[in-house]
């Protein structure tokens, strides 16, 4: 899913300093789930922004909704009731959701208020960590499963460098496993050391960001 | 009987003459200060056969290696291009192979590079299109089949003697050898190791060179860099990942007067070159005096490394 992670508030504060009445938005997708930018987030920053605005002398009006989903013009549209009072609104969805918004409402101005990390899961309690760089042509398969383009630094495809130690990557002053020692153990659990052998060569970035901006057609689906 | 080179290189021949060569250091610096580099590689002429020229070494920025080698090349020093894959991709690695080579740049080391969160711009974009296996890979099809990494036909091939690093000390132990023999087979024909401080180590992995039959294929140099302080010994030992500086060489400079501790650092340096060289599968020794060119002379003509072959 997609990790988010709320901006600081004086961040927020800066953007929308200009304007009195704001709608907060949040996004019942991956950002509840990671705990972002879901309904309670949505309560939390509101009341925050409004507390920050009073003690500085600058009453603000927040008007709050989630959407069902932000990546979907369907589930946005309530937001229109909300919108038409107020000046400016404030996302909390993924930095996807802002996007959609921007495009429902031309003339009102629309502010990510989360930081949209990886794409990645929870590894532990409070603990999410990327998985995927979404490079558009998955070559884990090669790799025992693991992906050396997200988690190795250096995005080795020919790995593991010469500051892996311990199993730890040199980069991240210790708190990184070494991708390319969890392959290789993966590997050699898989009985397939051999593939350690292989000189992997050019990876093709056209399917990546590197190509330009990406569309997924399906033919089937399309009206 | 006429050897066959790759790049014709003065490194190349002495390796192929069966003579042990020996590489040095000189990083370029953090400005374009010419006369400081030029001062630092003067202690190098004579004493060595080649030089490397650092890319960016740490990822932190200094002179390109490319204008190095060439300066290098004016003051009658050979140079060793080191080339790392952090920030260029393949378009611009390609294109500095053929510049390198058209500025008469005979050998060429292919790096990975260190990660840009240990250099002076962390907040850098790193490319990272490729890897140092790859890149080797690119060098060899450019010089022998004259195609680019597209399959575009290469008109005048770069003669580039194809060398890589590593590391015997880094993990998983079993692989470090096997790894080598992927640069080998991906194009190396000459390996610099890093700086060897723990010889137990370094020895098995030799043995497993050689019973893998890559000292056939390839010339493997061994890293040596002289400790000049207990400080720097410590700090090698502590943040130098990958690096395992054994306790006893820091007994031994602990236990010298201070104004002895260069000298026994010296002494220490010897000591290894003469035991590395000793090894089956040794052909010759990278030292890296790093901000200490000036000893060059000293320790290269104390481990009876002079006078340099002359070749033609
Ligand atoms: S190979 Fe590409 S698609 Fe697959 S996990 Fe890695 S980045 Fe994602
Ligand atoms: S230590 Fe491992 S994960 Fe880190 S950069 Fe090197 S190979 Fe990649």
């Not at chain 1, 959701?97 to 930081?115: D, H, I, K």
């Not at chain 2, 500095?96 to 058209?102: E, I, K, Q, R, T």
């Not at chain 2, 500025?103 to 990660?115: E, F, Q, V, Y």
Request: net charge neutral; charged share 25%; with cysteine.
């Amino acid at each position: 899913m997609v990790i988010g992670e709320s901006k600081p508030l004086a961040e927020i504060l800066e953007m929308i300093k200009d304007f009195k009445k704001v709608v907060v938005a949040g996004c019942k997708g991956c950002v509840t789930v990671c705990n972002a930018g879901g309904e309670k987030e949505v309560a939390i920053l509101a009341s925050e922004l409004r507390i920050a605005r009073k003690a500085a002398g600058n009453e603000l009006e927040t008007l709050e909704y989630t959407c069902e989903r932000q990546c979907d013009p369907e589930y946005i549209e309530p937001l229109d009731d909300l919108v038409k009072d107020a000046e400016a609104v404030v996302s909390i969805a993924c930095s996807v959701g802002p996007q959609y918004v921007t495009a429902r409402y031309p003339f009102v101005p629309v502010f990510p208020g989360l930081n949209t990390i990886s794409i990645g899961g929870a590894t532990e309690h409070g603990v999410w960590k990327e998985f995927c760089q979404a490079c558009g042509s998955c070559i884990i398969g090669e790799f025992g499963g693991l992906c050396p383009i997200t988690r190795c630094a250096k995005q080795l495809l020919n790995g593991p460098c010469g500051g892996s130690s311990e199993g730890i990557c040199e980069v991240g002053k210790g708190s990184i496993p070494c991708i390319w020692q969890l392959i290789y153990d993966r590997l050699k659990n898989l009985g397939q050391l051999h593939k350690m052998q292989e000189v992997k060569l050019y990876k093709n970035w056209s399917t990546s960001r590197d190509g330009g901006l990406r569309t997924t057609i399906r033919e089937e689906l399309k009206q | 009987m006429t050897a066959e080179y790759t790049a014709g290189s003065r490194l190349e021949k002495i390796f192929k003459s069966g003579q042990k060569a020996v590489t040095g250091e000189c990083g370029p610096p953090r400005g374009c200060d010419v006369e400081h580099f030029k001062h630092k590689a003067s202690f190098l002429k004579g004493n060595v056969d080649a030089v490397n020229v650092t890319d960016n070494q740490t990822a932190v920025v200094r002179f390109c290696s490319m204008a190095a080698a060439k300066i290098l090349l004016e003051m009658g020093l050979e140079p060793v291009m080191q080339m790392v894959t952090r920030d260029m991709n393949r378009i611009a690695l390609q294109s500095n192979v053929l510049g390198a080579s058209a500025l008469g740049i005979k050998n060429l080391l292919c790096l990975t590079g260190d990660h840009q969160s240990f250099g002076d711009h962390p907040q850098a974009k790193n490319v990272h299109d490729m890897d140092s296996v790859m890149l080797l890979h690119t060098v060899k099809t450019m010089r022998d089949e004259g195609k680019m990494v597209s399959g575009t036909e290469v008109q005048g091939r770069p003669k580039m003697f194809l060398g890589a690093a590593a590391n015997p000390f880094a993990d998983p132990a079993e692989f470090r050898v096997i790894r080598m023999g992927k640069k080998i087979n991906a194009g190396a024909q000459f390996i610099q190791t890093q700086c060897i401080y723990n010889m137990e180590r370094f020895r098995k992995f030799m043995e497993m060179a050689n019973d893998m039959g890559l000292t056939e294929k390839c010339y493997i140099m061994a890293g040596i860099t002289p400790l000049k302080s207990v400080g720097m010994a410590n700090y090698m030992k502590k943040f130098v990942p990958g690096l395992d500086v054994p306790d006893s060489y820091i007994t031994r400079l602990k236990g010298v007067p201070k104004e002895n501790v260069a000298a026994e650092g010296i002494k220490i340096a010897v000591e290894q070159i003469q035991e590395c060289l000793a090894m089956k599968g040794i052909s010759g020794i990278h030292l890296m005096a790093i901000e200490w060119e000036d000893h060059v002379p000293e320790i290269v003509k104390a481990a009876g490394l002079l006078p340099r072959p002359k070749v033609d």
